[in-house]
Nanobody, 119 residues
Framework: QVPLVESGGGLVQAGGSLRLSCVAS????????MGWYRQAPGKQRELVAT???????IYADSVKGRFTISRDNAKNTVWLQMNSLKPEDTAVYYC?????????????WGQGTQVTVSS
């Protein structure tokens, strides 16, 4: 499995901003879609945003207009810029990547980074 290393979580007041980063480390692989999911206490993991290798994006309705996903294919990196944060955005955020390794599609997950938005 290709490790995904996340960073950028933390504590922020409502209305503030955070930027999450996720890097797929290693070599000899390519990546199709990358994305961010989140899981709040007592809730199921849900999609936040995804981006294809060609840059096509999909957002959850709850974050449209506030969050922006982007990626650098050469650096195997995906970012999530989160603006106008709300307390309901509080969750553990997970990076996801569809890794192509020796012809096999391997869905990979990061370890998760906590985002806490105070009211």
């Amino acid at each position: 499995q290709v490790p995904l290393v996340e960073s950028g979580g933390g504590l922020v007041q409502a209305g503030g901003s955070l930027r999450l980063s996720c890097v797929a480390s290693g070599s000899s692989f390519s990546i199709n879609a990358m994305g961010w999911y989140r899981q709040a206490p007592g809730k199921q993991r849900e999609l936040v945003a995804t981006i294809s290798s060609g840059g096509r994006t999909i957002y959850a309705d709850s974050v449209k207009g506030r969050f922006t996903i982007s990626r650098d294919n050469a650096k195997n990196t995906v970012w999530l810029q989160m603006n106008s944060l709300k307390p309901e955005d509080t969750a553990v955020y997970y990076c996801n990547a569809h890794i192509i390794y020796h012809g096999d599609l391997i869905p990979s997950w990061g370890q998760g980074t906590q985002v806490t938005v105070s009211s």
